[in-house]
């Protein structure tokens, strides 16, 4: 099955410091998402982009298809940006997702 | 709109109960999902529906049932409780979209602690 894997696994800034996560597949995939999960555990959808670029607000995310990887930028952090940002992805029309093991991230006052 | 609801938040079985973990969503999202999250790790799929009266397996589907009677309610059925099924469970929904792909909207999640 496709494998999924971000990096960093744990990250800690100052507030206003800016930031870049990486998620790598190792196969093809047409189904691409990135989530927050808050300090609380609740799941939120930020993006879904299985090729290209898209933004939001202070967030932005970049797909690179061909190359088996996806990016996630977030620009002048809060501390609200602190929780735990996974990467998601799926092939063919199969609903399953497959999820990586997430990158931990803290922001500091 | 709710969103996505789950029941109960928290719940402690012993060895060998059962019970059904509730999920709801009132945004008439045809597909539905259950996942189970384990410490420090990723979701992984336990169950799925494309509409009513169809559910298909996830990745870890053993020693769980599911129903989808109507597009609104999803339930998670455990029978037989071990300490392995202790974890965090979440349900989502989403709407269908040309291609097949669609953004899964989740509920606040039920901790699940198997003694």
């Known amino acids: 099955g496709i494998q999924v894997e971000q990096s960093p696994p744990d990250l800690i800034l100052q507030e206003g410091a800016n930031s870049t996560l990486r998620c790598n597949f190792s196969?093809?995939?047409?189904?691409l998402q990135w989530f927050h999960q808050n300090p609380w555990g609740q799941l939120i959808n930020l993006f879904y982009?299985?090729?290209?670029?898209k933004q939001n607000g202070r967030l932005s995310a970049t797909t690179v298809a061909t190359e088996r990887y996806s990016l996630l930028y977030i620009s002048s952090s809060q501390t609200t940006d602190s929780g735990v940002y996974f990467c998601?992805?799926?092939?063919?029309?199969?609903?399953?997702?497959?999820w990586g093991l997430g990158t931990s991230l803290a922001v500091n006052p | 709109n709710a969103g996505v609801t789950q029941t109960p938040k928290f719940r402690i079985l012993k060895i060998g109960q059962s019970m059904t973990l509730q999920c709801a969503q009132d945004?008439?999202?045809?597909?539905m999902y259950w996942y189970r999250q384990d410490p420090g790790m990723g979701l992984k799929l336990i169950y799925y529906?494309?509409?009513?009266?169809?559910?298909d397996k996830g990745e870890v589907p053993n020693g769980y049932n599911v129903s989808r009677s109507t597009t609104e309610d999803f339930p998670l059925r455990l029978e037989l409780a071990a300490p392995s099924q202790t974890s965090v469970y979440f349900c989502?929904?989403?709407?269908?979209?040309?291609?097949?792909?669609?953004?899964?909207?989740f509920g606040p999640g039920t901790r699940l602690l198997v003694l």
């Open positions: 998601a992805v799926g092939r063919g029309n199969n609903r399953k997702l497959i």
């Open positions: 196969d093809s995939v047409n189904n």
């Open positions: 982009i299985p090729s290209g670029t």
């Open positions: 945004m008439n999202h045809n597909y």
């Open positions: 529906s494309v509409g009513a009266g169809i559910t």
């Open positions: 989502a929904s989403s709407y269908p979209r040309r291609g097949g792909h669609e953004t899964q909207y």
